[in-house]
């Protein structure tokens, strides 16, 4: 069991870097490479939506306890969703948002379970619990006062991907 309190910046950073880059590579076969990050002290700013989103998340919990949010665009997130399934525009359209949301689900979760095993690797054995998808725009996630955020903006392309994570160890 880790000697310290909360799970380090460092840690986190490191970890969902590798995670989202990974997923996006093979998922994708692009690569999505950190931006820049946000604070972990509750100063960050809220990623604020403003566009339509996809927001895919899972939680864990356990020895830390968190939820890992995914932010794409809608276009986005039907780009990657119709490149993963091999699907046409025409395709896509008619399969409908449920297929964009199990894609994105999908990718999520792919991330979050990356995550998770570095953290068990560090002493801090958790489990991750069933992805959902968030759909709008406008609107913001706010955290506990008592667990941690750690925002991560990375670049695919031309396109943004938001990671958020809200992270608490356990006592």
Partial sequence: MPAIDQISEALV???ITRAVSNVFKTMLGRPAS??????????????RVVTPQVVGTVGFVGEASGLIYLYLDENFA???TGHVLGMSEYEMRSAGEDV??????????????SF?????????????????????????IERLSSALRHVYHFE?????????LIVKSCD
């Fill in 13 to 15: 950073r490191e970890n």
């Fill in 34 to 47: 950190l931006h820049r990050s946000g604070g972990s002290a509750g100063t960050e700013p809220l990623p």
């Fill in 78 to 80: 039907k780009q990657c």
């Fill in 100 to 113: 964009v949301n199990d894609a994105i689900g999908e990718m999520t979760n792919m991330v979050a379970g």
């Fill in 116 to 140: 998770k095993s570095a953290l068990c690797d560090a002493g801090y054995p958790c489990k991750l619990a069933i992805p959902s998808i968030l759909r709008g725009h406008n609107f913001c």
């Fill in 156 to 164: 695919c392309g031309e396109h943004s991907v938001i990671a958020d």
